[in-house]
């Protein structure tokens, strides 16, 4: 229950921010706000004092100053597309939300250094777009890129498609501009390659969530072009073969391997269910199946060579049963449609138990093997939809209930007991039990839970020397 | 002077580390210690308490809480290649160095993860060649690579030759074990290509220096060994052509490209004054050369190939001048030789300034054009040795003395004044006064003057969250 003196308090902030950056961009009313309390994945409902809609990091500053003074919770949200509510307000109506959409400006392009300076709520779709009109590319792609932001992106570490070759938005950012927590505007906003004058405050940051200060801009890497992207998918007996499969294919392609995706025969069953227009590549049914795409600087034919070699190697090798590389772009992209419908089939398929996990890329195998055999005992029939991006080890580990099992019963009777199997599993193969999409309000409960002491402690002591009145999207990460 | 009751407590501390790791690995005869109390450029002399050699992270934390109880500063030191003065001890004789070339132990190497798991003291051409048996490739390379370890290189963030196409140090490092500034050991030894869990620890004790905990181990990233290294020269006009030049040679050879040094005709002067067997690679003299390298995935032939189309196009555009592609492994070996001897020649032709820095590769021509300017003006005749990495924005930006003039004299009269040309301008084009040799005791006054006061102060509060007792490397990097 609110008291008067905090309404008092409330109120007074909310006016204050008004008169900082304009009645129209705090917005207050239920309708207005909805957008913004909700997850993606409709997971959490909170509710908030205001949504405030700064235009600029200054702003951004001045309204952190004025949260500081009233002692309100700043909940930073770029596109809202997080899947681990690490946006969402709580359910006390005393956080504020901050959303950086109207930071949306490209402040500069640079080719020669190949790098574009972007503030946090530009789209990542519209980042990819600016780079290709500069003839560079900007690798990171993922699911949300119509909508999901760079801040957000930068929040949250994202993964994506293309981290094999590129790695994760993370190995993508050269320099931070950030609002501390104290309200301070840090230009970090270096576009250098090699830089060693001090500690690393743009790390700490990204993948911080919005718990220590806020992204308000940043300097992303481009890469060159390549000439042509191929795909090639590739039809295994297991895991383990596709295991020796990616080492042959990393010593025929080396960095021209840019995808390297697995998708189990139940995966794609699944998708030619649901989606029957949707062709099943190979002649035959095979356990396991591979996408392979090659970024070649040369031309189509060089990557389509190279592919051809490296196929006919791993026939003769007994690594591959079957092979099918794309004559074309359109053969190219509907083979990366079979990948991004798995997904989608599994929503049409029914709810089920999702599981964003990685493990050293070597153990995958083993963690297949391990945990399947587990979750069969478990639940007898519990059909596992496995997929994801070999190539570094990250899993989309997700368990529908056994045919003809309602999947709401299913859900409510096992999420609990299934998830900790497939930590536990990961746990013993020193993985991690979120690979991709970070701890939000999700997982912090299983992050204390798998966390030694003394990593948890050290991530408390950072907590509490840069935001010692925790006010930087409290709840979520670290408690 | 050590008043009696620090002598004791000196003397305790010396006594309680000898009855832990055992009296022959604490070293207290100033003829043992010698070798650890001077900086490898010898700028830097001090004094020491003991040199402590253990042996296993559970020492190392053994004396570090040791350390914390009698209240003694721990210097912590690798190979002892440092260029910054970062691992000597100050001349109090208050200060205890800790080595860490007795952890000197490659844990695990996992060929089918890309990873192998070392111990700081392994000295990083072991590393090297540790990969290369597995059949792998560890990328990081620089001029003291026979002497300097892996724990140095994690903690000054290393950089050489290859950071264009891999990375710094820091980005081919995936996990760490830590011996915190409170004597606790945290396991951080993870193997994994994506992993969002809370606060990206590794990367802020990357790069530190030893000033917010020890490294003790780490999981370092592998890549496919290169079927073929292939080298080529081109001659150009200026640095701007160089850059031009530079985006060419992206757009042909993509990743494939792992190197692009700048070479100024008078550094090849030098080397062929000084070191008359090396050939001058052109016929007639040009302003600038660039040595390139491809790391070819398919085969020599394939990376010569490339070159002579991406020679043949840059040629017909003008943009270079002449051209040479290594025909053997000997020749690529010998235009690698070229440019490794400039240091060398360097030292030949006298006492000179350095300056290790970086700006955004797009700036490179300007900042060399305005700061040869201001020099020139500054010191008539200066001679300016630049080179370096030239496609991470990376020079060794150094000033000889005016022909004919003491060079000790003109040391001691411009140091200072040329120091500050050279870094204003640095600052201007918004790069690094430090790119790859770190803070060190030799650069923190610098990088104060040049750092925003918040950046200052947000590095100040981590280490006093980390390190309240100051106690891990005293006086370096911050104060």
Chains 1, 2 share one sequence.
Not at 355 to 371: K, L, N, Q
């Amino acid at each position: 229950m609110t008291q008067p003196a905090e309404a008092s308090r409330h109120h007074t902030f909310v006016d204050a921010c008004r008169a900082t950056i304009g009645a129209a961009h705090v917005l207050t009313d239920p309708h207005d706000t909805a957008p913004y309390v909700t997850d993606w994945r409709r997971r959490y409902t909170g509710a908030t004092l205001a949504v405030l809609c700064p235009s600029s990091a200054g702003e951004v500053a001045a309204l952190v100053r004025l949260a500081v003074e009233h002692h309100i919770v700043i909940v930073p949200q770029g596109g809202n597309t997080g899947l681990a509510g690490g946006a969402t307000p709580d359910s006390s109506g005393e956080q504020a939300v901050l959303s950086l959409k109207r930071l949306n400006r490209i402040r500069d392009i640079d080719p020669h250094n190949n790098t574009i300076t972007v503030e946090a709520g530009v789209v990542l779709a519209d980042v990819q777009a600016r780079a290709q009109e500069a003839g560079r590319l900007f690798p990171l792609s993922l699911a949300a890129e119509g909508s999901c932001t760079i801040g957000g992106n930068l929040a949250t570490n994202a993964g994506g498609t293309g981290v094999l070759r590129y790695g994760n938005t993370r190995e993508l950012c050269l320099g931070l501009e950030i609002v501390t927590a104290q309200g301070e505007l840090w230009d970090g906003l270096r576009g250098l390659r090699k830089d060693n004058t001090g500690y690393d405050l743009r790390d700490l940051f990204i993948g911080a969530e919005g718990t220590l200060g806020i992204i308000t801009a940043a300097v992303m890497k481009l890469h060159p072009q390549p000439a042509a992207r191929v795909t090639a998918l590739a039809a295994l007996a297991s895991p383990h073969a596709a295991l020796e499969f990616l080492a042959l294919t990393q010593r025929f392609a080396g960095p021209l391997l840019t995808g390297f995706e697995l998708m189990s025969d139940f995966c794609l069953k699944l998708v030619g269910k649901h989606f029957p227009q949707m062709r099943y590549p190979f002649a035959e049914s095979h356990a396991q199946a591979v996408l392979l795409e090659l970024s070649d600087s040369e031309s189509e034919e060089h990557a389509r060579a190279l592919f051809e070699r490296l196929m006919e190697h791993a026939l003769e090798e007994g690594l591959v049963e079957d092979a099918v590389v794309a004559e074309n772009i359109a053969q190219s992209r509907a083979f990366w449609n079979l990948r991004e419908h798995i997904p989608l089939a599994q929503a049409e398929e029914g709810l089920n138990l999702k599981h964003d996990i990685a493990v050293p890329v070597s153990r995958i195998g083993h963690f297949i093997d391990e945990t399947g055999a587990a979750i069969a005992e478990h639940v007898p029939g519990a059909r596992m939809v496995t997929f994801g991006h070999l190539g570094d080890g990250n899993l989309h580990y997700n368990v529908q209930a056994p045919e003809g099992v309602d999947a709401k019963a299913f859900l409510t009777q096992y999420q609990t007991s299934i998830a900790r199997i497939v930590y536990d599993s990961v746990h013993r193969h020193r993985g991690s039990i979120s690979a991709e999409h970070g701890l939000g309000q999700l997982k912090i409960d299983e992050a204390m839970h798998y966390k030694q002491p003394v990593e948890v402690q050290l991530m408390r002591t950072l907590k509490a020397a840069l935001d010692p009145l925790n006010l930087m999207n409290a709840g979520k990460v670290i408690r």
